[in-house]
């Protein structure tokens, strides 16, 4: 918007009618004091001043708005009778460019000067942008970096418990060896196959992060029993957790499309969660459904909870409820992939928990999937 400041009327409705015609937004004010009040309210790209006025004159204008931070990246144009002297541009007005036109105003040459400033504000207003932008993506890269330490650190440590664990083992099969004694060494060896799963599994979950980030994630559709998945999950993990109670509610009978193998991967991150976070309760209700075309699949706990300034977050990569990230081991990726596989099979994923009262994990994909 451009503020043409005169006290002559006859002055203001040329210039403005000019202006406006070329395009231009235009306010006016018919003296010095009332262009004040206007800039303080006001932002304008450029003020076109007559120096000579009744009461506050052209030049006390512009060394009263330099002072205003609204008027930071304001220009002037003067519009004075005679040629202005040097010390009157570099006197009072620093912020915007400066410049002026003798009277009788050459209408072309004012165009030209109020086009070039509008273009030097536009590339200035383009460079702050461009710069807040980049201010922007360094906070976040930095942020995404330290996030990623952070990371790194807890994954080794994942990784070095169970390598410890195995270390053990062996060292007391190899003692067993010496002795004879199969019993133990059996259990022991058990116990070792059960570290490496889980070895296992961290190293699948981190190669899946890097298949994401590369797009190199690849699914296999295809037609399957839903009643079966299921069991198959929760056959594994009830081993794996015989005091916990799961009561399983299927009632998909058709057969639905998409990647087995992923989904189960979703059903079981969201299992295994339930009994990591709801240890002293013993009920995980898991439940199937059909509705509007699509499948419905959900494990509900009765544990811990989530808060609703976590709820959102919890399926970004690498996040952990802080306040029970030290109770209770994990690297905070297993519902981030859990994501893109439902993403990826157009379907949608979601939560809803209160704290202290449990928390209902669920994904819906659509029965006919066409990857
Ligand atoms: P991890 O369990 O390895 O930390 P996830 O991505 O599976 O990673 O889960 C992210 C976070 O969401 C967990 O750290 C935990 O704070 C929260 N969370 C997940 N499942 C549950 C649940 N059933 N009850 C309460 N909090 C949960």
Known sequence: MILIVDDKQENLISLKKVLVKNGFEVDTASSGEMALRKVLKKSYVLIILDVQMPGMDGFEVAQAISGYSKAKETAIIFLSAASIENKFITQGYSSGGLDYITKPVEM????????????????????NEMQKALLQEIEIRKRAESKKDEFISIASHELKTPLTSIKGYLQVLERNVNIGNTDTMKYHVQKVHKQVEKLNELVADLLDISRIESGEMKFKMASFCAGDMIENVVEVVRQGNP?????????????????????????????????????????????????????????????????????????????????????????????????????????????????????????TIPIHNKE
Not at 108 to 127: A, C, P
Not at 285 to 295: D, I, R, S
Not at 306 to 321: A, D, G, L, P, Q
């Open 108 to 127: 072309n040459i004012l165009l030209l000067k109020v086009k070039t400033f509008y273009r030097i504000y536009e590339q200035s207003r383009k460079l």
């Open 243 to 363: 005091s916990f109670n799961f009561i399983v509610n299927c009632h998909i009978e058709e057969a639905i499309e998409g990647d087995e193998m992923r989904l189960e991967q979703v059903l079981m991150n969201f299992l295994t969660n339930a009994v990591k976070y709801a240890p002293d309760s013993k009920k995980i209700v898991v439940t199937a459904l059909l509705e509007n075309g699509h499948a419905y699949f959900s494990v509900r706990d009765f544990g811990m909870g989530i808060s609703n300034e976590h709820i959102e977050s919890v399926f970004k990569k690498f996040y952990r409820v802080e306040e029970t990230s030290l109770r209770f081991q994990g690297l905070g990726i297993g519902l981030y992939i859990s994501r893109q596989i439902i993403e990826r099979h157009g379907g949608k994923i979601g939560v809803k928990s209160k704290q202290n009262e449990g928390s209902e994990f669920f994904f």
